[in-house]
């Protein structure tokens, strides 16, 4: 199994030293596979979430629609934050929104995005932090890795 990484991340995930990467360009997603064209995952800081969610929306939207058109068995982001310290600052009692710069994106809205992020079939995990993030993208291109090989294992078997 190698995990290709895209060249546009600047801070790499680290991964366990027996996981194999290497750094070449995705179309789609900042991790994958490598030779895997139908699985890719994106990778988000809390901020980029925010911008991705808020005024690049429209461009998201385009490279969902790049992975629906190629096929993508799932589609994945994770956010390197956990998701009450994304939506949700506690102060006298009431719940506020979070101090960032999009002062519109409120819970109710980031909820939305969410919502309309699964009926696009794409699963949103918040994973806390970096390396609970690339343990999660392990963890998914393992399975992916098993799902493949299982399919290999199919096809050989019927011919």
Not at 3 to 30: C, Y
Not at 41 to 62: M, Q
Request: charged share 25%; proline share 4%.
């Amino acid at each position: 199994m190698v995990i290709v990484i895209d060249t546009r991340e600047q801070r790499p995930w680290s991964f366990p030293p027996h996981i194999e990467t290497e750094i070449g360009t995705l179309h789609t997603g900042d991790y994958a596979l490598k030779g895997d064209d139908h699985f890719a995952v994106e990778r988000k800081s809390a901020d980029d979430f925010v911008g991705t969610i808020s005024l690049g929306w429209c461009r998201f939207v385009k490279e969902l629609n790049r992975m629906d058109a190629a096929q993508f068995t799932a589609k994945t982001v994770i956010v390197e934050t956990d998701f009450e310290t994304f939506c949700f600052r506690t102060g006298s009692g009431m719940i506020l929104p979070p101090d960032h710069e999009h002062i519109r994106c409120t819970p109710q809205f980031v909820m939305k995005r969410i919502a309309e992020l699964t009926m696009r079939n794409v699963s949103v995990i918040f994973a806390g932090n970096a390396e609970l993030a690339s343990a999660i993208a392990l963890r998914l291109f393992i399975e992916r890795q098993n799902q493949l090989e299982y399919c290999n294992l199919n096809l050989e078997s019927q011919r």
